[in-house]
């Protein structure tokens, strides 16, 4: 598994990054971006969902990126899906490693996947039960900390949800997420210090964060602090908030990758060959990309020549 | 003084933000800024530098600035000086509050005041020596944690510099600089508990941060967390990194703002009066603003027009 001094990103620019890019993003250039993203040294992607191709048409070629993957040596690529129906569909096109994602708060929930937070977790029971022992499964907890709708998430909204859900299966990695990015990072700390301490047999804790506000890397940090050594991010900062047009959303890849670095930890990640992706992911059409060390390190380079 | 949930905000932006824009903004101008950042609530600003005025032409007006202060009810203004003759100058000129600036690299000092760092120690003693009791004195390490010339530099070294200016006067502000903005939160919070353990009776710890790479809040969260209660930022996130063309420099007294804000603990800062004028001074010629918070308010605020 991951050496001691080691942390885990997770790249989910192809997922939560592409979603709310409203040109499709061609089928070959994604698995083009795909390629050397992994050649950059990152091993596990989130390459896509399987959703109702209607409500999210940007990644109805999830499938193809699956079966992509194939030829990608090295790659753990993991699908994000919201119901079970949808579950068995990505199992049956081959995923080993599925997320499943429900929110703490019920107009999130209804917005995103039609559902209140109960009638998710029943799905989320559904699909457990209809799934084979060897996938493996990341349970994502949207607006963990806040809500775009309703604001603040009481610590124990979450928990009551958790208490549900946490009992069907250990031996997962439970992520929480900062959906809006206005969670501070003593409110990451203390829901985080509050679920780790009350359920122990969790396999892996992860933490999914947005840079909309500057928290980004405050949140990583307090949480790396606190043991959890599982980040998600996206290459460029692709992804921004749908909720406030303009405004960018997934804390970068490289912003996170530089940081682990700075701290003598490893994440697997050349920087060097992250950049140049980065640079290219954020000129796709309709992108709002974010983070701060693409801009530093090639403003450097620039004032070098 | 300050209330035990509060902190305070260090508006550096006139002196730190503006010195690298060319194009000369006219002081008019400048006292209309300081006037809208004061009715935004913040207090203390550092309102220019007594320096070479061919050397930093920006600055040039910081007596007209300082004389100005007069007129504003609240605003405590502080100025920086990197020698005893300028010191004497600024408190010739009705200076109360001055910052010495001195660096722990030896590359950056000298290209910073053309002296070794002894050589500004010696400075300083003399300086200290010259001032009359009611002054209140801020001391500026910078290269703290890293130089733009030498990389990292290591905590004994500024432990050492330290070891010698400490004892010359221990009713002082002393603020570590990340000049680059490459500390990382875990070598911020290593040389802060290592300093403030050895130098109990120093009065007040300050935290000058910057986000080149993003770090900037991570970095005045974990140093939050230590105890320390004064952080420097600059509105607008203004001040580039001189090494780093196009790349951001100070970290945004908004977003430090916002990021207290969400947090619960008081800064005095109005961020509805605030964001307008960072807005403005986003736009002012020549300057490389940063930040985020400032994108994310207006976006939203946009979306629901």
């Keep these: 598994m991951m050496a001691a001094n080691a ?3 997770v790249e989910v620019g192809p997922r939560d990054g592409y979603q ?15 390629k050397q993203l992994i050649a950059a040294g990152l091993k596990r992607v989130e390459i896509g969902s399987f959703v109702n191709a209607i409500a999210l048409p940007q990644l109805a070629d999830t499938s193809e990126i699956l079966a992509s993957c194939r030829d990608i040596p090295g790659i753990v690529p993991q699908v994000l899906v919201p119901n079970e129906k949808y579950g068995r569909l990505a199992i049956d096109s081959g995923s080993r490693f599925l997320t499943f994602v429900l929110s703490v708060s019920e107009s999130h929930n209804r917005s995103n996947v039609r559902r209140s937070p109960l009638e998710s977790t029943e799905e989320y029971r559904s699909l457990l039960a209809a799934m084979p022992e060897h996938i493996d499964m990341r349970l994502n907890i949207a607006t963990a900390f806040d809500c775009p709708f309703d604001g603040r998430v009481a610590e124990t909204d979450t928990i009551a949800l958790l208490d549900l859900l946490v009992p069907m299966r250990l031996e997962v990695e439970l992520c929480l997420c900062d959906t809006t990015g206005r969670a501070s990072p003593d409110q990451v700390e203390g ?18 964060a947005h840079d909309t506000y500057g928290l980004g890397l405050a949140n990583v940090y307090s949480e790396w602090r606190q043991g959890v050594r599982v980040f998600d991010a996206s290459y460029a900062g692709l992804g921004g908030c749908p909720f406030a047009p ?14 682990f670095r700075r701290m003598g930890i490893s994440t697997g990640i050349d920087l060097d060959r992250l950049i140049p992706v980065a640079c290219d992911g954020a000129t796709i059409l309709g992108a709002t990309p974010g983070g701060r060390v693409r801009h530093a390190l090639t403003a450097i380079d620039g004032s070098r020549k």
């Design 7 to 9: 942390v885990d990103i």
């Design 20 to 34: 709310g890019i409203k040109p499709f993003i061609p089928t070959a250039a994604k698995i083009g971006l795909l």
């Design 191 to 208: 829901l985080f210090a509050a679920c780790m301490a009350r359920y122990p047999k969790v396999t892996r804790w992860a933490l999914h």
């Design 246 to 259: 303009g405004a960018t959303g997934n804390v970068a890849t490289e912003d996170v990758a530089w940081m």
